[in-house]
């Protein structure tokens, strides 16, 4: 099967300077060579990063896993997240997951220190939104400051943007399926634990 856009068309403006919904025509082509046209309604957003902050307790002798709280209502909700949010197509992406991680957490990272594990669309039946993942192991220097910014208000205050941030052990992250909600959130937990292999503890 092969597909290709012949037509975009604006059904808006965009709006805080990011998102806009448009009418997308496309051809199919299936594999008896049959041609087929569809249109579909996609609403644009562009690209986002997210990054997983993780670090060893070296008292308690188990991994954590650095996440922030927010309320969405899109969903109504207060959600766990990864720190992320929106970026622009070229930027760089530990760059920005370094950004998005200091205004969501308080957390000062160096962009070298992330890792780049991936991307994942959220809901490409009518979203074109990409999301770059990353993990960053917590240096010392860092974790020592952590338990002062716990349950801190952080996040854009402009944007009225209000988070959280919460350590949590990442066996209780992987073993309790109702605490965090967000696939991407689920799947970078699952990648550092793959990712950490015997050393994970529980």
Not at 147 to 169: D, M
Not at 182 to 189: D, V
């Amino acid at each position: 099967m092969q597909g290709r856009i012949t037509k975009i068309q604006k059904l808006s403006g965009k709006f805080h300077n990011i998102f806009r919904f448009t009418r997308r025509t496309a051809k199919v082509k299936l594999h008896n060579g049959k041609e087929y046209s569809l249109i579909r309604h996609v609403l644009e957003t562009g690209p986002a990063v997210s990054v997983l902050p993780y670090f060893y307790d070296e008292q308690k002798k188990i991994w954590n896993v650095v996440m922030v709280r927010q309320y969405r209502p899109a969903v109504d909700a207060v959600c766990l997240e990864a720190p992320g949010g929106l970026t622009h197509e070229g930027s760089d992406l530990k760059r920005e997951m370094a950004r998005e991680l200091q205004e969501e957490s308080g957390i000062k990272i160096t962009p070298r220190a992330i890792k780049v594990i991936g991307s994942q669309h959220l809901a490409n039946s009518f979203c074109d939104q990409v999301v770059h993942l990353g993990i960053v192991k917590l240096p010392p220097k860092i974790i020592d400051q952590l338990r002062r910014k716990e349950k801190i208000h952080n996040g854009v205050i402009s944007e009225r943007e209000f988070t959280e941030v919460i350590v949590l052990p990442l066996a209780k992250v992987l073993n309790n399926q109702k605490l965090v909600t967000y696939t991407l959130a689920k799947y970078q937990a699952l990648d550092l634990k793959h990712r950490l292999g015997d050393l994970l503890e529980g």
